[in-house]
């Protein structure tokens, strides 16, 4: 993991989502004179595709706000069979489930170069302790990550679906933001994080290429653009 730079969002750069101003923001809450004193802990980072940020029952050091890139989180099952149980990508935060509970629940993962705001956890308790607002601002991060988590399951492992739904509906949540560019994990992944067979996912993946519900992007970077309406439709079961 190589440091860029001290963390400069708050003198105009706009790419930074931890303190873009915004209510979303994992900064949201404070002033812009108390993010100012974080520039000496706060820095700015790009890690390698498929390097670890953290290990299941690992004490947390820091936690890393998203700018560019994707995380996929890794847990276990009881027989030890890995699953992909959520993907964080720009904006989300990595490693937040450790701060109440002290250690990492997960494996995490980068897809492609990760570049984010890697954040020490003695400055989010300073200023928990400082700043009241800043406090309400984590809780309701730490809601939106539950309920995410949820959403997964629910969109993901419902028995009801077929595979083919399924896939459609995880799709649409690889999307990045609101545009048409959807994050291009590789057949394993997908079955891994829908637990299904890699041929499944192949032939699921195989088959909405043929549609063009998912076109390849030129250049070979980490997206697919995707028509979303139609996918949106097969999620649905229509």
């Not at 998203?66 to 847990?75: E, F, I, N, Q, Y």
Request: charged share 25%; aromatic share 6%; hydrophobic share 45%.
């Amino acid at each position: 993991m190589g440091m860029l730079r001290v963390c400069t969002a708050w003198r105009g750069l706009g790419d930074c989502l931890a303190s873009d101003g915004r209510e979303s923001s994992f900064f949201a809450g404070l002033s812009p004179d108390a993010v100012a004193g974080l520039h000496v802990d706060v820095n700015n980072t790009a890690t390698p595709a498929e390097e670890i940020l953290y290990r299941p029952a690992t004490k947390p050091e820091s936690v890393w706000v998203l700018r560019t890139g994707a995380v996929k989180l890794l847990a276990s099952s009881w027989d030890g069979t890995p699953r992909i149980v959520r993907v964080l990508k720009a904006g989300d935060v990595a490693g937040l489930e450790a701060l109440p509970a002290g250690s990492f629940a997960h494996t995490a993962l980068t897809v492609g170069e990760v570049r984010a705001c890697r954040i020490p956890l003695s400055a989010i308790e300073r200023l928990c302790l400082e700043h009241s607002g800043f406090q309400w601002n984590l809780m309701q991060k730490l809601q939106a990550a539950l309920r995410e988590t949820e959403n997964w399951l629910v969109d993901m492992a419902s028995t009801g679906a077929s595979a083919r739904v399924r896939m459609a509906r995880l799709l649409l949540r690889l999307r990045d933001g609101e545009s048409n560019r959807i994050y291009k994990f590789t057949r394993e992944d997908l079955g891994l994080m829908l637990g299904i067979a890699l041929e499944t996912a192949s032939r699921i993946i195989a088959s909405f290429q043929r549609e063009r519900l998912l076109v390849r992007r030129p250049g070979g970077d980490r997206f697919y653009n995707g028509d979303i309406h139609r996918l949106e439709m097969i999620a649905r079961g229509t």
